[in-house]
């Protein structure tokens, strides 16, 4: 059962990496500005600081 298991791993982390290559560099930074966006922004709000 483990020599079936392995090549599955193995195939979801090429996957993986490949996914990875091609979102590259500037997919990671506009998702992960995206997703702090989505944080910060309901928290000024909440505080005031941007009004609705």
Do not use: H, S, V
């Amino acid at each position: 059962m483990d020599n079936n298991e392995k090549p599955n791993a193995t195939t979801t982390n090429q996957k993986l990496k490949q996914w990875f290559k091609r979102i590259g560099l500037m997919g990671f930074t506009f998702f992960l500005i995206k997703g702090l966006l989505w944080l910060i922004i309901p928290y000024l709000i909440t505080k005031g600081c941007i009004n609705n």
